[in-house]
């Protein structure tokens, strides 16, 4: 029989018999803090905000560089009209880098067309993209503050043309947690070995602890460098291994706690251990049946690289994967200026078929529903020609 709560414990068996509840309720914490109300992807738990809401994922598609609004799915008819012209009086003197303020409008070559039960207007740079628009939300009202790429693109991760903010994914790995201890969190896709604007501030931690930063894959067909064993090391001496320097980072981080970078790394240790097993299965799109890499645009050299990115994507967030950024034309190549005709041209090229396939691949697979897919970029273009 159980002794009454209020008798001190005599021996190790009344011990645990009244502490009996107390491990059940550290297993059903556990639970909660992986899946349930208390998910973190710290060491504290943390309650979520909203419970009713529906995205357990992000997938953001940052097209770098500045993809122009006006020529892709906001049309402007009265352009044309007033092509060769100065802005109206009405207008107030755009503010730019490029000193544009007394350049004539640019007329617009477009073919815009209305898509879709909702009717909305897209470019025929955009094929793709318009057979989705009942399954996409275009918003026309945003605004930002920054007068170049470095700026503005720290603006539409952070919420700040200053650097020092947590980025948008750091924010969403904070109050989603994680689903899987085996794979980041946070990952980070770019489709060529150039590196974005302000570089791994677009996915830092700012004044948050760094274990919420993102973990940029390498672009190529190893996305996780050094994941395999060295010959001859078995796993249970890799255990052994990551152990001994965990306790050695222990020991080191007693008496420095304030420094959160420490944390992350012997967090990351310990996941690259983890990672081992999962990633080799989660990056591997060998195992995709031929109409959904064809769908994608896997193998077409144009798309290719957008395409293994979108499907990555796609394989990431069904393993439990919060937050994805998909970096299209790393190193601000959507950066058009004077050659939009033919920059645009090959930006949508590469990245409208694997965008829309997304969509497609998302939904027929049930994800859609619980994965918010965000695409921009950090501003669009003026009116103006630089001729």
């Known amino acids: 029989m159980k002794p009454p709560h209020y008798e001190m414990a005599r021996s190790r068996r009344d011990f645990l018999a009244r502490a009996g509840a107390g491990f059940g ?27 009713f809401g529906r995205a357990k994922s992000v997938i953001f598609l940052f097209m770098e560089g500045g993809p122009s609004h006006i020529d892709l799915f906001d049309p402007k008819p009265l352009l044309n009209k007033l092509a060769g012209q100065q802005l109206p009086a009405s207008f107030k003197r755009p503010l730019t880098a490029m000193g544009e303020q007394d350049s004539p409008i640019l007329a617009e070559k477009r073919v815009w067309k209305q898509h879709g039960q909702a009717g909305t207007w897209v470019s025929d740079w955009l ?26 693109v720290c603006q539409m991760n952070t919420g700040s043309i200053l650097a020092g903010r947590p980025s948008l994914g750091a924010w969403a790995t904070y109050g989603l947690g994680t689903e899987n201890d085996n794979l980041p969190a946070f990952v980070v896709l770019t489709d060529s070995d150039a590196k974005p604007f302000n570089g791994s501030r677009n996915w830092g931690t700012g004044f948050m602890p760094s274990t919420y930063q993102g973990t940029p894959f390498k672009f190529g067909d190893e996305p996780v460098a050094n994941l395999a064993n060295p010959g001859g090391v078995s796993v249970h001496r890799q255990r052994q291994r990551i152990d001994f320097i965990n306790q050695l980072n222990r020991r080191h981080i007693q008496s420095r706690s304030f420094q959160s970078d420490l944390e992350a790394r012997i967090n990351s240790f ?30 077409n ?9 979108c499907l990555l994507a796609r394989r990431l967030v069904e393993r439990g994967v919060r937050f994805v950024q998909v970096f299209a034309g790393t190193g601000s190549k959507w950066d058009a200026h004077k050659g939009i005709e033919k920059n645009h ?24 529903d619980e994965t918010l897919v965000i695409w921009g970029g950090e501003f669009g273009r003026t009116p103006m020609s630089e001729q």
């Open 25 to 51: 309720s550290l297993a059903l914490a556990h639970l909660l803090g992986r899946t349930g109300a208390l998910a973190s992807s710290g060491n504290a738990p943390l309650l979520r905000h909203h419970a």
């Open 127 to 152: 094929p793709h993209t318009s057979t989705i628009v009942d399954d996409i939300c275009v918003i026309r009202s945003c605004k930002q503050d920054g007068l170049n790429h470095v700026g503005s």
């Open 270 to 299: 310990e996941l690259a251990y983890r990672m081992q097993a999962e990633i080799p299965l989660a990056v591997d799109i060998a195992d995709e049946p031929p109409h959904i890499t064809e769908l994608y645009g896997i193998g």
């Open 301 to 309: 050299p144009q798309t290719d690289a957008n395409a293994r990115n």
């Open 345 to 368: 041209t090959d930006r949508c090229a590469e990245s409208d078929q694997p965008v829309a396939a997304l969509i497609k691949d998302l939904k027929q697979r049930g994800l859609l």
